[in-house]
């Protein structure tokens, strides 16, 4: 079993900026690849972005390109979501993710085994 647990979510004006961290724990070398997801008021949970745990591989949904960046640090088995240029419709639960699965980045809910209980990010206009 891996735990996650997200941390950094807030309320932030239109443009601005907030870090989420997630830790994990547990079976931390079972892990391949994490990844962020988050989830509006009436809205299916989407990708974000992910990156490989033990690599530089990254990918990101088009809606964050240039604006988000998903690091990790292996030490401290935490994953980052640095989010720049914050938009209303960035508004969200923010979740993270983790999976096994070896088959490269992922993008879709199903391809991950373990989730976090979610961060609240607000923008505000």
């Known amino acids: 079993q891996v735990q996650l647990v997200e941390s950094g979510g807030g309320l932030v004006q239109a443009g601005g900026s907030l870090r989420l961290s997630c830790g994990a724990s547990?079976?931390?070398?079972?892990?391949?690849?994490m990844g962020w997801f988050r989830q509006a008021p009436g809205k299916e949970r989407e990708f974000v972005a992910a990156i490989i745990w033990g690599g530089v591989a990254t990918s990101y949904a088009d809606s964050v390109k240039g604006r988000f960046t998903i690091s990790r640090d292996n030490a401290k088995n935490t994953v980052y979501l640095q989010m720049n240029s914050l938009k209303p419709e960035d508004t969200a639960v923010y979740y993270c993710?983790?999976?096994?699965?070896?088959?490269?980045?992922?993008?879709?809910?199903?391809?991950?085994?373990?989730w976090g209980q979610g961060t609240q990010v607000t923008v505000s206009s």
């Open positions: 993710a983790a999976t096994i699965r070896p088959y490269g980045l992922r993008s879709t809910t199903s391809d991950y085994n373990y």
């Open positions: 547990g079976r931390t070398f079972s892990v391949y690849a």
